[in-house]
């Protein structure tokens, strides 16, 4: 029996990989422009999967039939056809979503997304808060909308996303769980729990630094180092009687040799080869993030670092709504001061192939081409706490920063994981050992669960949920109903400081206390009438 979890991000649901996704629509199968713009096909697979019941309204969900199997499966869920008159009127709606969407997975599990998972994953969007007509009913619906999956999970064997794109609703979702800790948290340890909690401490505080390695858009569908390797040795056709010696070389001098042979006049015409590094990116370029991505963009952190070259995390930040810029590209053509985001993309990027940094060459050239980009990781090494995820320790370049960073540390900054924390899903005492006092590590290896993959996601979510400081939702308009009977007496009291005498207006306090009201979500569009 699988102990499902329910995982919380702010992102896009139609750019995320998952193995199906809730759809909404209603009894006569109308969707809201957004959902039909975005995924082709949809309104024909509605009127072609859907029965007389879901019709007449005895069913609220179906999943669409003859669907590509690479794709994520939709599954129409019908909304209240008249709109929503109570939260409550949801919940059986999403179940139905939940135990269709798990049944159809189940029965035909999906070939070309979450293919890394081993437990199905479910995505939905704050369902109903929309043209569902509950938009006034915005609080309301996230307590029913998670307190119907936690009631559901048990039954699933499956695990379940919710994929939000109002600040509001990331923040109360993320507070309600926070609250709550033995019902949603029950997937992890109590030291991973704690672990987790302790990072966040730092992410608020602004000093938590994404370090993300391949292990990171491997959850999107994206091959790992060696995948890659083994990807590129098939296009170039490597000779079988050189394939035995090729694999006993280090990775850097297996691309140098794939390189060679892409480049060799003998083997194809050069107006029909390209680049070696477009023929990188178009292994690595994939257009669907996964929970790893999403859940590092929700992070309050201002830069990370990243040693991949496919664009999903940048496209993740962007869908949380919290763009980066990338470094080196965007540095030549926009100003990328200091209290921007920023991406800093070491090896190169898909969307500029001959920055892409894979053979051996290519790291021999790297100091004297890209100096300034390796300064800017050992300032943050300095000053900041790097979280590696998805990354081996094993890239040489990374030993050459550190090492120039331990030999420029003050002594009083020294002691064991002085810069940085690694998570790892195998505990290796001798990695552990080669690394002492300069970087702690967190094993995803759980005695209740022979899944460290799927462990270490759940650790991200505990991360991101306990770094999420935003109680945005407390004064945002339509969210009143999610407040319980104190908390709706204190919006009260705090919404009459907007009522104040004019002659404060002149009071240097008063811009303090606007920025406070916008910080819990105030809106100066909003109508609070009869509020206070």
């Known amino acids: 029996m699988i102990d499902s979890h329910l995982f919380v991000t702010m992102g896009n649901i139609l750019r995320f990989r998952c193995d199906a996704w809730l759809a909404p629509t209603d009894e006569e199968l109308n969707f809201f422009n957004g959902w039909t713009d975005g995924v082709k096909g949809l309104a024909e697979a509605a ?12 069913a609220f969900a179906v999943a669409a039939e003859e669907w590509p199997s690479e794709e994520p499966l939709p599954v129409f869920t019908s909304v209240p056809f008249r709109g929503v008159e109570s939260a409550n009127d949801l919940g059986p709606r999403i179940a139905a979503f939940l135990h269709e969407a798990a049944r ?11 293919q890394s998972r081993r437990v199905p994953l479910l995505a939905l969007p704050f ?19 998670l307190r119907t999956i936690v009631r559901e999970l048990p039954m699933l064997e499956c695990d379940v996303v919710l994929i939000l794109q109002d600040e509001a609703a990331f923040a109360l979702a993320q507070d309600i769980r926070r609250a709550n800790e033995d019902t949603y948290w029950s ?4 030291e991973h729990l704690v672990q987790a909690q302790s990072l966040a401490l730092r992410a608020r505080g602004g000093r938590l630094v994404p370090f993300m390695g391949s292990g990171v858009s491997v959850t999107a569908g994206a091959p790992s180092w060696e995948g890659l390797l083994d ?27 794939l390189q060679s042979l892409h480049e060799s006049p003998d083997r194809i015409g050069d107006e029909a080869r390209g680049s070696f590094g ?9 257009e669907k993030y996964g929970l790893a991505p999403t859940l590092l963009a929700n992070l309050p952190s201002d830069g990370a670092i990243t040693l991949n070259y496919d664009s ?15 470094i080196p590209q965007d540095s030549t053509t926009a100003q990328v001061d200091t209290d921007s985001r920023w991406l800093l993309k070491l090896h190169g990027s898909v969307s500029q192939p001959d920055t892409i940094v894979l053979t051996r060459d290519d790291y021999l050239g790297y100091n004297a081409n890209r100096e300034a980009l390796s300064a800017l990781v050992k300032a943050h090494l300095m000053t900041h706490h790097l979280l590696f995820v998805g990354f081996g320790l094993k890239d040489d370049h990374f030993h050459e920063i550190v090492h120039d960073v331990r030999r420029a540390m003050p002594n009083d900054r020294g002691g064991s994981g002085s810069l940085g924390t690694v998570l790892t899903l195998n505990t290796d005492p001798l990695q552990e050992l080669a690394w002492k006092d300069k970087l702690s590590f967190i094993s995803m290896e759980d005695p209740s669960s022979n899944d460290a993959a799927r462990t270490l996601e759940i650790f991200l979510d505990a991360l991101t949920c306990y770094s999420t400081e935003s109680h945005f939702y407390f004064l945002a308009p339509k969210y009143e109903g999610g407040l319980n009977a104190k908390e709706r007496q204190l919006r009260r009291e705090i919404l009459k400081l907007k009522t104040l005498p004019a002659a ?10 606007d920025a406070m009201l916008r910080t819990l979500g105030w809106s100066e569009n909003a109508s609070y009438e009869g509020e206070f």
């Open 231 to 257: 990807k590129l040795a098939e296009s170039v056709g490597l000779d079988d009687d050189l394939a035995m010696g090729f694999r006993k070389l280090s990775p850097l001098d297996q691309a140098n040799i």
């Open 312 to 326: 999903l995390f940048e496209s993740a930040s962007a869908d949380a709504g919290r763009s980066r810029a990338i």
């Open 504 to 513: 404060v207006g002149e009071s240097s306090v008063v811009g303090v206390i």
């Open 187 to 190: 997937r992890l340890c109590r």
């Open 127 to 145: 369902f109903g808060t929309a043209a569902g007509g509950g938009d006034l009913q915005r609080g309301e619906i996230m307590h029913t909308i």
């Open 47 to 58: 009127s072609s999967s859907v029965g007389p019941s879901f019709r007449q309204g005895k």
């Open 278 to 286: 477009s023929l990188v990116a178009s292994f690595v370029r994939v």
């Open 104 to 114: 159809a997975v189940l029965l035909s599990p999906r070939t070309g997304t979450g």
